[in-house]
């Protein structure tokens, strides 16, 4: 297994461009979610889903769109780049929802936007 | 709202006892867990404590839970140089979610030798 994968590992945007962040992984895990790290602030919840087809909002949803077609996939859509979004981002997931079991985490993207 | 607290720094000499301390305000949350953060790399998580426990011993970590001050403590023995690195505090529940967790801002533990 390759466990949580991101793509790409860093980029570097202009103001108002969009792009894809993606995530996907090959455990079949249920759960999936986006957070930003920013110095300081620790982790923040930007959107999750509980399953496929199934999404909702974190904490600091605004400026990101999430889709779940498939359970493998979760990728996090930046529709026109702020630099306030200069951050890094993790995608993490678990097998369910509601249980002990830990997050795994990718090794994360870590964004600019100039 | 619900909220994790931790401290930002903790500089040790290898050898000594590391502590890494937190606070949370939501009282329902079912579990409570410690990640690790290596530079570079993602969470990985490092020992998690259920709710009704007051403690929990796996090797050199120590997990103290105080529910009634809701108070997390990790406890980090003989700490080593491959210890340095970010600590996250984190709970459970968001929004009605048990499958969200709620992180502290971490303690950046450095560990000198």
């Known amino acids: 297994n390759a466990g949580v994968t991101q793509t790409p590992k860093f980029q570097v945007l202009k103001t108002g461009q969009s792009m894809t962040l993606q995530c996907a992984q090959d455990?079949?895990?249920?759960?999936m979610s986006w957070y930003r790290q920013d110095p300081g602030m620790g982790l923040r919840l930007i959107h999750y889903?509980?399953?496929?087809?199934?999404?909702d909002q974190g904490e600091v949803p605004n400026g990101y769109n999430v889709s779940r077609s498939t359970t493998e996939d979760f990728p996090l859509r930046l529709l026109s780049a702020a630099p306030s979004q200069t951050s890094v981002y993790f995608c993490a997931s678990r097998p369910q929802v509601a249980t002990n079991e830990k997050l795994f985490f990718g090794s994360g993207t870590q964004l600019s936007v100039l | 709202g619900e909220d994790v607290e931790q401290s930002l720094f903790l500089s040790v000499r290898e050898g000594d006892s590391s502590v890494i301390n937190c606070t949370y305000t939501?009282?329902?949350?079912?579990?409570l867990y410690w990640y690790k953060q290596e530079p570079g790399a993602g969470l990985q998580l490092l020992t998690y404590?259920?709710?009704?426990?007051d403690m929990k011993q796996d090797q050199r970590l120590t997990v103290l839970l105080n529910k009634k001050d809701k108070h997390l403590s990790l406890r980090i023995a003989d700490t080593q140089t491959g210890d340095s690195a970010i600590y996250f505090c984190?709970?459970?529940?968001?929004?009605?979610?048990?499958?969200?967790?709620?992180f502290g801002k971490g303690t950046k533990l450095s560990v000198k030798p």
């Open positions: 984190a709970e459970t529940g968001y929004g009605g979610s048990q499958g969200n967790l709620i």
């Open positions: 939501d009282s329902s949350s079912t579990y």
């Open positions: 404590i259920f709710s009704n426990m």
């Open positions: 455990m079949n895990h249920e759960y």
């Open positions: 889903s509980v399953g496929a087809g199934i999404t």
